[in-house]
């Protein structure tokens, strides 16, 4: 069976990157089809739209999306809205997952990815003075990544951490922190515990060691997997997958477009590579995905793009069982 990945370069380093990863991919010599497809502010700019037609379309036939990056500027742009966060809503992918694997560290923070203070429910009173976000957090979306991350440590090393703001927060992370430990409850081989937003970035930053599965809200997820991601050697290695309970998943280096090197050459690959290695498992490729992985993390970056992916590659030779 042939799979079909869709190829979504975007904005910025996206460019630069993105075909270092499909390249590492073809190397694997696996049943994978590549169609590619435009989104992204450039996008935008050029058409008038972010994620055009054709693009959800190609989405929607794919078994998996290779996500770039996508730049979204700092004040609002009439008629824009970010293709990433359109594409988690359109196709329910509601679980953010991000590994951080290095000295010292083995997590996996699970994020909720399509509510919280991302929902997009902003306004402006008071002729502009005054700005409110709404935070909407629902039972249904709380239960369901609270099982994903429940389902993730059993794989991993059985332990769990619930992070919210409950003593604040009382309504919002409260109702998150009563449905995440009542799904925890059910997994009885799981040890369990819960940490407010403040301490779990202290002892994340003091003794990340401590952490196994991390599950929490849309932005303190956003968060905490950077903080994560630069504890293990920085953005350049951390990678993402965002999964819910349909066949398509999409895949994403989280480092975004990073405007300031692009069209260098020197933008780091191997978050892309370890992007594509996470396709890989959840196509079934386990094994393709840890060789993947294993040549990503043995490969120093050299500075050049072209150059590390090759090394990469190289290394996946040396990285076969």
């Known amino acids: 069976m042939t799979h079909t990945i869709t190829v979504i370069p975007g904005d910025g380093i996206g460019a630069e990157v993105i075909p270092a990863a499909v390249a590492a991919l073809e190397a694997l010599d696996l049943p994978l089809a590549f169609q590619h497809a435009e989104a992204g502010f450039g996008t935008f700019e050029r058409g008038g739209e972010a994620l055009p037609a054709a693009t959800i379309a190609a989405c929607a036939a794919s078994d998996a999306v290779l996500f770039g990056a996508t730049g979204s500027p700092m004040t609002r742009v009439p008629g824009y809205r970010s293709p990433i966060l359109v594409l988690r809503r359109r196709f329910d992918l509601y679980a953010n997952l991000r590994p951080a694997l290095g000295v010292g560290i083995d997590l996996l923070v699970v994020r909720e990815n399509t509510e919280g203070l991302y929902s997009g429910r902003e306004r402006l009173e008071d002729g502009g003075a005054t700005a409110i976000a709404e935070r909407v957090i629902t039972a249904r979306a709380s239960e369901r990544i609270a099982r994903i991350a429940c389902e993730a440590a059993q794989r991993r090393r059985g332990r769990l951490t619930v992070v919210h703001k409950a003593n604040v927060l009382k309504e919002t992370c409260g109702l998150f922190r009563r449905a995440a430990l009542e799904v925890a409850a059910g997994y009885p081989d799981l040890a369990v515990d819960e940490l407010l937003i403040d301490a779990a970035a202290m002892w994340l930053a003091r003794d990340p060691g401590r952490f196994d599965v991390i599950v929490t809200t849309n932005l303190f997820g956003d968060i905490l997997s950077d903080l994560a991601a630069g504890m293990a050697g920085g953005l350049g290695l951390a990678a993402s997958a965002n999964v ?78």
Not at 273 to 284: F, K, R, T, V, W
Not at 306 to 316: K, S
């Open 244 to 321: 819910g309970d349909g066949r398509l998943a999409l895949f994403e280096p989280v480092h975004g477009s990073a405007p300031d090197i692009a069209g260098q050459g020197t933008a780091d690959p191997r978050a892309a590579i370890l992007s594509a290695a996470l396709l890989l498992d959840h196509l079934g490729y386990a094994a393709e995905g840890e060789r993947l992985r294993r040549a990503a993390y043995a490969t120093p970056h050299t500075g050049d793009t072209g150059a590390t992916a090759r090394a990469v590659i190289a290394a996946l030779g040396e990285a076969a069982p």
